[in-house]
């Protein structure tokens, strides 16, 4: 056995993994060890890690994704969903604390390398990852390899703006992917009702709520098709919140994919499939991070 | 001398060119050879290129790019701008014809390699080139590898949608980038009036012409920051005819650009560089591919 430990970072838990890096296939059932905490304010994250980690017991490795804008060093440049969260050095400081190596990358970049590692993305040669959850991350794992960009900032996919006028996003910008194809952008284009209510109600057939998911996979598609336009890959994988209602979006999301990409007639599709590994993504990514470190 | 014949198909002209690869610098005035001769009719492309190919002479490798939809054999699936270019073989024909291997790719993809190897992306790690024309083409070099995708159509920036309300494209969607930050679309902006003399009025103060390429310029941001939020390049290259307003484009885009960028304080921007190679960027590329294709 060899034991990685991975933490994700959200913006209200966090959430520790131990897996066994030595089985060929890790589910969310093949967890080893795991635990969850409330995510504490920026100043004493770094404390709150310390100690799970400790609480995950002895292992191999230990690995964290956070979200936001994480240097290729490990600082935390700023995270609008963890307040106070602007240049913390988590990964330089749990490396001193802990008197060992510990990489630090973004969530969305973890959920990617988990995926295509143990779930959706197995095979594929060019995988985008985009988790659809209260806002929008992003991940793209190209020949085996996470793609940081030069800052450790790409796959902000999120914050691509798809309507310049359009409303204000989190970031404080308008009209980013997120404002709309997120869980907060369903609830917007539903006028404020909570995004399980409207799909509960288009599961029974109501014309208004099928109206609302329409808006909504094609706002999901839009983004999908600005990633095949750039980066041609074979595979999307599309988790979070949003992906538990795969049943009724994906059959719509399908539909305008191919209205809103370029030469759809002209081109094999990327295969677009559900994501696998639920809400465990991040940290099995975090556990997997040491071993595609470079 | 290794001489490296490139062949560049526009929507009007084709550019051929003949360069000495063992060159550690080429710029416009260190081109051995060129012609030009207009663009024909899909249907007999294959032929005008097999005659461009006698007329560059002796070669030690000969390459083609062109616009459009190319598979990674180098088929052409589509372009817009040709007529009667669906599935047109270029590549495979051209090597049956001249009996030597000859290989075709993207133009957009050929002139970020050119700028990426002599011009004003040298050095860069991850560096984006979109040529703002009539169209806009897109390319990736992320090092020193042209980005191309499972089909071979990754980088068509020009068509991710930025208004999916917003005017149609002559791909057939609406709001696709090369809407508004073309030459056409500066066209469009400027109520027909020719780009060149909304130009010529901004370099002499007229306020109204200053108007029309500051919404100008706010749509190319959108898209610099757009490629900037996906891959977090070092460099993106700003190439086409538009490029040769830089003087007066290039601060109001760069002031653009952190209005747009997600998190623009919290991190390192990519430089934003006019290309260097003018209209031979396409035709150099495809000199350069032999030696870099896989």
């Known amino acids: 056995m060899t034991l990685a430990a991975g933490i994700d970072v959200g913006g209200t838990k ?3 993994v131990v897996i066994d890096l030595d089985r060929d296939n890790v589910g969310e059932r093949d967890i080893v060890r795991q635990l969850r905490h409330p995510t504490p304010h920026a100043s004493e994250l770094v404390d709150a890690l310390v100690d799970m980690a400790s609480e995950l017991g002895e292992v191999d490795s230990i690995a964290v994704g956070v979200p936001g804008l994480i240097t290729l060093e490990g600082v935390m440049r700023a995270s609008p969903n963890i307040p106070g969260s602007v240049d913390v050095a988590v990964g330089p ?4 604390r802990l008197g060992r190596r510990v990489h630090v990358d973004n969530d969305g970049n973890l959920a990617a390398l988990a995926e295509w590692r143990y779930g959706a993305g197995r ?5 985008w990852m985009v988790t659809l959850g209260t806002g929008i991350g992003g991940g793209h794992v190209l020949n085996g390899v996470v ?4 800052n450790g900032f790409a796959g902000e996919i999120g914050h691509t703006v798809v309507n310049p006028d359009g409303p204000r996003c989190t970031c404080g910008r308008k009209g980013c992917w997120e404002v709309y194809a997120s869980g907060r952008g369903l609830g917007m284009l539903a006028s404020g009702e909570p995004g399980e209510s409207v799909i509960h109600r ?3 057939g109501d014309a208004d709520a099928i109206t609302v998911l329409e808006a909504f996979s094609r706002w999901v598609a839009i983004g999908l098709s600005n990633i095949t336009n750039v980066s041609d890959p074979d595979v999307i994988v599309i988790g979070g919140g949003v992906s538990e209602a795969a049943d009724v979006l994906m059959p719509m999301v399908r539909r305008w994919f191919v209205e809103t990409l370029y030469s759809p007639e002209q081109r094999t599709h990327p295969d677009l499939r559900v ?3 639920g809400e465990h993504a991040g940290a099995i990514g975090a556990a997997l991070l040491p071993m595609f470190a470079s």
Chains 1, 2 share one sequence.
């Open 14 to 16: 966090c959430l520790g």
């Open 93 to 96: 400081e749990l490396t001193a």
């Open 123 to 127: 095979g594929a040669r060019n995988m």
């Open 147 to 150: 793609q940081r960009g030069v």
């Open 202 to 204: 288009a599961r029974e």
């Open 275 to 277: 994501a696998q590994l």
